[in-house]
T-cell receptor
Framework: AQKITQTQPGMFVQEKEAVTLDCTYD???????LFWYKQPSSGEMIFLIY??????QNATEGRYSLNFQKARKSANLVISASQLGDSAMYFC??????????????FGTGTSLTVIP | ETGVTQSPTHLIKTRGQQVTLRCSSQ?????VSWYQQALGQGPQFIFQ???????GRGNFPPRFSGLQFPNYSSELNVNALELDDSALYLC?????????????FGPGTRLTVT
């Protein structure tokens, strides 16, 4: 079974508007971490935001926020006030309990975001 | 603080050859993971090293092997290269194991097998 599912291969957003990138995950471990990364065309993965499974509040980092709905196993990324530099691939990732998985990250297939001027 | 670095940036090899990719972890990080990212896909976990020992492995054949050195830098070795090994290879380091540790990625090595 897929650990991370991103159902939006491509998204478009007008500059200065907000956009939500969807992510659902699957794990039976009670302790896990959810991450979002941005990958520009240069290839480097840039860490954006982290949400722990026990965190009561949604994570926020500047213009990025994570809409964490634990019961639905979703961890959507919200980007507010989109900028042209936000155009990139976005990956959702999960890391669950190290004793079972060796601490690996599971990545989704990514969403390509294009910001339109 | 020095980030994660990888070498070389690009590499072209012939099918059947062997290749070694190198990664220097971020200062203070003792855990290194390697990922393979095929074109248009998300990264796939190859293996992880924690304090010089392999600490988990993904679904990759034994011809993918690695090392971690006392300074926590790492190597990924791939023997008997196949065309499907063409991909971006990403190295990531973290300050420890456990779900809360974020991984910091290097710029990657783009391997082309002809």
């Amino acid at each position: 079974a897929q650990k991370i599912t991103q159902t939006q291969p491509g998204m478009f957003v007008q500059e200065k508007e907000a956009v939500t990138l969807d992510c659902t995950y699957d794990t039976s471990d009670p302790s896990y971490g959810l991450f979002w990364y941005k990958q520009p065309s240069s290839g480097e993965m840039i860490f954006l935001i982290y949400q722990g499974s026990y965190d009561q509040q949604n994570a926020t980092e500047g213009r990025y926020s994570l809409n964490f709905q634990k019961a639905r196993k979703s961890a959507n990324l919200v980007i507010s006030a989109s900028q042209l530099g936000d155009s990139a691939m976005y990956f959702c990732a999960m890391r669950d309990d190290y004793s079972n998985t060796g601490n690996q990250f599971y990545f989704g297939t990514g969403t390509s975001l294009t910001v339109i001027p | 603080e020095t980030g994660v670095t990888q070498s070389p940036t690009h590499l072209i090899k012939t099918r059947g050859q062997q290749v070694t990719l190198r990664c220097s972890s971020q200062s203070g990080h003792n855990t290194v993971s390697w990922y393979q990212q095929a074109l248009g896909q998300g990264p796939q976990f190859i293996f992880q090293y924690y304090r010089e020992e392999e600490n988990g492995r993904g679904n990759f054949p034994p011809r993918f092997s690695g090392l971690q050195f006392p300074n926590y830098s790492s190597e990924l070795n791939v023997n008997a290269l196949e065309l499907d090994d063409s991909a971006l290879y990403l190295c990531a380091s973290s300050a420890g194991r456990g779900p809360s540790y974020e991984q910091y990625f290097g710029p990657g090595t783009r391997l082309t097998v002809t």
